[in-house]
C-alpha cells in the first residue's frame, strides 16, 4: 500500500511523473484547471501503485510526496 | 616623535591596507601598480592572509565581490586600462551594497594608452565607468602619506556606507618615495549581519544581489542607496586650501598635479598675485562647497589637469558658471611644469582663461 | 505510512519560476537532497549564475549570492577562500560556464579551487529566448543559428568535461544525466561526491548535468527528454572524467 500526494496548485501540468511511474498509475486530468491555469498531475489508479517514488524523482515542481 | 619609515607610494597602500585589517588581495598584473600585488603577495601568507592572482581583472573584482559579500575587508589594485576591465564588477558591487576598496594608479589612455602618470580617470572614477545609477567614494592622495592614511580611511567609509572605495593615484605618487608614518591611523569596525558566513540553521538566509525585476522595487532599492550618498555628500567631502584666506585666483588640482601647482602657487605670490589652491582630496564627494565659497571671492579659476580637461566641468558645474575657469593640462603621461601653471596663473591675473 | 518521498528541507517551500517540464527544478532537488543528507545546509553558500537559473538564490535555504554572468567561479573563489570551513557552490548553464565565464571555469578548476560547480548544459540560452550556446549540437536549429548550427561558421560545441579532464588541476569531472530516473539518481550520487570532496578538502569538482530545455527546443518535455537520450548524449556521453582519488587508489 503507498501514497502518493500532488500539490496541485504548483503543478505545471508537464507530464513527466506520468511518464515516469512503471505501473500507469498517474494521468493528466482532462478534466481539472489548477490556479496556474494548467491540467494537473492526478492518480487514476491507486490500488496498482507500489510507492517506487519515479513520479516524484522526475517531477521539476517538487510538488510529490510518497508515503508507503 | 611618531616612527616615521620610509615607502614607495603603492607599497604604502599595501601596508596600510593590511594595517587596516585587509587580509584579501586579489589581483591581476598590470604597470604601473604591480608593487601593491608584490608587497601582498610577501606578507599575505606571513599574517594569514590570502594574496591571490586571479586569471584576468574580470575575475579579481569578481573575487573581491565575493569576498566582500562573505564579510571581509578586501582590496584589488590596477591601472586604467584593468579598471575598464573591472567595471562590471564595480557595477555589481554597487548594486549589492557591499563595501570594497579598489585601487587605480591611473596612467595614460585611451586604450593600451602608455605607462606614464595620468589623471584621465577622473570622469570613469567620479561619473560611472560601470552601468546603473552608482557612486564610488573616490580619494585622491597627493603624496606617499595620503596613499597610506586614504587607504585607511578608503576601507572605514566603505564599510560605513556599504560601498566602494577607489583610491585614484597616478603613476608618480605610485613610484614616489616619502618618509611615513601608521601611528594616527584609526580603523573602524562595523557589523556585517547580512554577510554570507552560513546560515547555521539558525537564521533566514542571507542573499546578496543586485536583481530585481520589479521596476518599482529596483526603483525604491536605488533610492534608498541615494538617500546612502547623501549622507556621503554630507559628511565626507575633504579638501585642503593653501593660501586661499586673500586670494583673488583659485588653482584647482588634485593628486600629483596639485603639488606641481603649488609650486607655481608660490612662485606667483613671489611675483605678487594673489592665487591660491583648493585640493580637492575626495574626488567624489567633491567639496562643491569649498568651491562655491571661492566663487564668490575670486575673479576666476583655473584646473590643473594630467587629461584633456575632465574635473574642470565639476569646477564649472559646482562654481554655478559664477567665475571662468580656465585648464592648465598636459595627457598622455606628460606633466605640466610649474613655469606652465605659473604662466596660466599670470594670464588669468591679466583676465584671460 | 512513512514518507518515502518528500521536498528536500533545503529548497525553499515556493513555486519554481521554470517552465513545465524543465529540468532545472529536478537538478535544484537533487542539490538540495544532498545538502540536506550531508547536513550542510548551515555551512553552505551558493552562487547563482546569470540565466535561467538566476533566481536559484530564492530557491535555495542556504546563505546565496548573485554572480554576474560568467564570474561564478571568480565569486566563489573569493568567498570560499575567506571562508574555508564553509561549503560554496556554484550553479551555472552552459552559456555562463562554457562561453562567457569560460575563463573563470578553467582557472578555478586550473587552482583546484576547493569548490562545487554544478553545471547544466542543455545545449541552448533559455533565459534569453532560445540562443545558440557553446554546446548547441552541430546542425541545431535556435533562434541564432536559423538554419542549423554550422560549425563552419560558428564552430564546434565545447566538450568542457572532457576539456577539463585534461587539466592536472581538478580533482573531480563527471557527466551525468536528467533525462530518466536511472541517470537521476545516478546525477545525484555524482553530486553528492562532488559536495563531499570539498568537505574533504579534496578540491575542484565539476558535475555536467546533461539537461532539457523543451521550451526553446520546441518540443513537449517528453520529446525533450527523448532527445537527451538520442542526440545529447552520444555528443556529450555520461561518464567520469577525472577522479583524482579513485586514480590514486588504483595505481596503489
Same mark, same amino acid.
Given at each position: ?10 503543478? #505545471? @501540468?508537464?507530464?513527466?511523473? +506520468? ?5 500507469? *498509475?498517474?494521468?493528466? =486530468? ?5 490556479? #496556474? @491555469?494548467?491540467?494537473?498531475? +492526478? ?5 496498482? *501503485?507500489?510507492?517506487? =517514488? ?11 510526496? +510518497?508515503?508507503? | ?353 | ?252
Amino acid at each position: 500500500m503507498a501514497n502518493v500526494t500532488f500539490r496541485t496548485d504548483w503543478c #505545471k @501540468g508537464c507530464g513527466l511523473c +506520468v511518464d515516469a511511474c512503471p505501473k500507469g *498509475c498517474l494521468a493528466i =486530468a482532462s478534466d481539472k484547471i489548477n490556479k #496556474k @491555469g494548467y491540467s494537473p498531475a +492526478v492518480m487514476v489508479d491507486q490500488e496498482k *501503485c507500489i510507492g517506487c =517514488a519515479f513520479c516524484a524523482t522526475m517531477c521539476p515542481d517538487c510538488i510529490i510526496t +510518497v508515503e508507503k | 616623535m611618531a616612527e616615521r619609515v620610509l615607502m614607495k607610494g603603492n607599497e604604502a597602500i599595501a601596508e596600510a591596507a593590511i594595517r587596516a585589517g585587509c587580509r584579501h588581495y586579489f589581483g591581476y598584473p598590470i604597470t604601473p601598480q604591480t608593487e601593491i600585488a608584490a608587497y601582498m603577495a610577501k606578507k599575505m601568507p606571513k599574517i594569514g592572509g590570502v594574496f591571490l592572482q586571479a586569471e584576468s581583472e574580470i575575475a579579481s573584482i569578481n573575487m573581491v565581490y565575493g569576498a566582500a559579500a562573505a564579510g571581509m575587508r578586501v582590496m584589488t589594485s590596477s591601472s586604467s586600462p584593468g579598471i575598464s576591465l573591472k567595471a562590471e564588477g564595480l557595477s555589481y558591487i554597487a548594486g549589492s551594497d557591499v563595501p570594497a576598496l579598489v585601487v587605480n594608479v591611473q596612467r595614460g589612455g585611451p586604450g593600451l594608452g602608455g605607462i606614464q602618470p595620468s589623471q584621465s580617470d577622473y570622469f570613469q572614477a567620479t561619473k560611472g565607468g560601470g552601468h546603473g545609477d552608482y557612486r564610488m567614494i573616490v580619494l585622491a592622495p597627493a603624496s606617499v602619506q595620503e596613499m597610506a592614511s586614504l587607504t585607511i580611511k578608503g576601507f572605514n567609509l566603505a564599510d560605513k556606507y556599504l560601498m566602494t572605495s577607489m583610491i585614484l593615484a597616478d603613476g608618480t605618487i605610485g613610484q614616489m618615495m616619502e618618509p611615513i608614518t601608521f601611528e594616527d591611523a584609526e580603523i573602524e569596525t562595523y557589523e556585517k549581519p547580512w554577510a554570507l558566513t552560513g546560515t547555521n540553521c539558525e537564521r533566514p538566509h542571507n542573499i546578496v544581489n543586485s536583481l530585481y525585476l520589479k521596476p518599482d522595487e529596483l526603483e525604491v532599492k536605488n533610492m534608498e542607496r541615494y538617500e546612502r550618498y547623501k549622507l556621503v555628500e554630507q559628511n565626507e567631502p575633504m579638501w585642503e586650501e593653501y593660501m586661499m584666506e586673500d586670494a583673488e585666483l583659485c588653482v584647482v588640482a588634485f593628486g600629483i598635479a596639485s603639488r606641481v601647482a603649488k609650486n607655481a602657487v608660490v612662485a606667483a605670490r613671489n611675483e605678487g598675485i594673489k592665487v591660491g589652491l583648493i585640493r580637492p582630496i575626495t574626488l567624489w564627494p567633491f567639496p562643491k562647497d569649498a568651491l562655491l565659497a571661492a566663487a564668490d571671492k575670486v575673479k576666476g579659476f583655473i584646473s590643473v589637469e594630467l587629461n584633456m580637461g575632465q574635473m574642470i566641468e565639476d569646477v564649472r558645474l559646482y562654481t554655478q558658471c559664477k567665475k571662468p575657469v580656465g585648464l592648465c593640462s598636459r595627457c598622455g603621461g606628460m606633466i605640466p611644469s610649474p613655469e606652465e601653471v605659473l604662466e596660466s596663473i599670470r594670464k588669468a591675473q591679466k583676465g584671460e582663461f | 505510512m512513512a514518507v518515502v518521498f518528500q521536498k528536500p528541507k533545503s529548497l525553499a517551500d515556493i513555486p519554481l519560476h521554470y517552465c513545465p517540464g524543465c529540468p532545472h527544478g529536478i537538478i535544484h532537488r537533487l542539490v538540495a537532497e544532498v545538502l540536506d543528507e550531508l547536513g550542510i545546509e548551515g555551512k553552505a553558500i551558493g552562487v547563482a549564475p546569470v540565466g535561467c537559473a538566476v533566481m536559484a538564490y530564492d530557491y535555495f535555504n542556504c546563505d546565496m549570492i548573485e554572480a554576474a554572468h560568467g564570474r561564478a567561479p571568480a565569486v566563489a573563489t573569493g568567498i570560499k577562500r575567506c571562508r574555508p570551513e564553509n561549503i560554496v557552490f556554484t550553479y551555472q548553464g552552459d552559456g555562463d560556464l562554457a562561453s562567457i565565464g569560460m575563463a573563470e571555469t578553467v582557472h578555478a578548476a586550473a587552482r583546484n579551487e576547493n569548490i562545487t560547480v554544478i553545471f547544466v548544459n542543455n545545449a541552448i540560452y533559455g533565459m534569453t529566448g532560445g540562443q545558440m550556446a557553446p554546446t548547441s549540437l552541430p546542425g541545431q536549429v535556435t533562434q541564432t543559428s536559423p538554419y542549423g548550427r554550422d560549425v563552419n561558421h560558428c564552430g564546434w560545441p565545447i566538450k568542457v568535461c572532457e576539456m577539463l579532464s585534461t587539466l592536472e588541476g581538478p580533482e573531480f569531472i563527471a557527466r551525468v544525466a536528467a533525462n530518466n530516473v536511472k541517470n537521476v539518481n545516478q546525477a545525484k550520487k555524482a553530486i553528492k561526491k562532488a559536495f563531499q570532496n570539498q568537505i574533504e578538502g579534496k578540491g575542484f569538482s565539476l558535475v555536467e548535468v546533461v539537461s532539457a530545455c523543451p521550451t526553446n527546443w520546441g518540443m513537449t518535455p517528453q520529446q525533450a527528454l527523448k532527445w537527451v537520450e538520442s542526440d545529447m548524449l552520444p555528443y556529450y556521453p555520461i561518464g567520469v572524467y577525472k577522479d583524482r582519488t579513485a586514480a590514486k587508489e588504483a595505481a596503489k
